[in-house]
């Protein structure tokens, strides 16, 4: 099967949450997007915010990794709160501004109304798209 790329949204305190704990989850712990994922297949996530709930805003890619062998599984969180989750393996990176790769990128079509594709939580980008993300956030920083 070949290799697919994804868009997560989410804010940057739950990608940390997720980094610490080599996992991901997906429109608030659906296991849809999750099990469209196979090992092997690429995640950039995005931040609109830098913590759920808060108003700050991040607009960053805050971190990229790739889907590990394993099934989608649930958590208990507590509450009664039992999300989906997919393992991932994070790899170091730097968190890169959206804002001057919006003209670059195909998956927005809409460049004034930019924001528009992450509402759906998590989405296939054409490769291209990831390879200019992944080029920003790998590269190393002088």
């Given amino acids: 099967m070949p290799t697919r790329y994804w868009v997560i949204a989410a804010s940057r305190d739950h990608v940390q949450r ?3 704990g080599g996992f991901t989850q997906a429109n ?6 999750l ?4 090992p092997g297949d690429k995640i950039v996530f995005y931040s609109s915010k830098a913590v759920y709930g808060e108003d700050t805003k991040c607009q ?5 990794g790739e889907v590990a062998d394993g099934d989608v599984y649930q958590a208990d969180m507590g509450g009664g709160f039992e999300p989906f989750r997919r393992n991932v393996t ?3 990176c730097r968190e890169v501004s959206i804002l001057p ?10 460049k004034q ?3 528009a594709p992450f509402r759906w939580g998590a ?15 790998l590269a190393q920083s002088s």
């Avoid at 608030?28 to 997007?33: L, R, T, Y």
């Avoid at 960053?60 to 990229?64: D, N, P, V």
């Fill in 28 to 33: 608030h712990g659906k296991a849809a997007p």
């Fill in 113 to 115: 109304r930019w924001g």
């Fill in 60 to 64: 960053c890619f805050t971190a990229i």
């Fill in 18 to 20: 997720g980094i610490e």
């Fill in 101 to 110: 790769l919006i003209p670059q990128l195909s998956f927005i079509k809409d």
């Fill in 35 to 38: 099990r469209r994922m196979q």
């Fill in 123 to 137: 989405f296939e980008m054409p490769h291209a798209d990831y390879e200019l993300i992944a080029r920003e956030m």
């Fill in 90 to 92: 994070f790899w170091n």
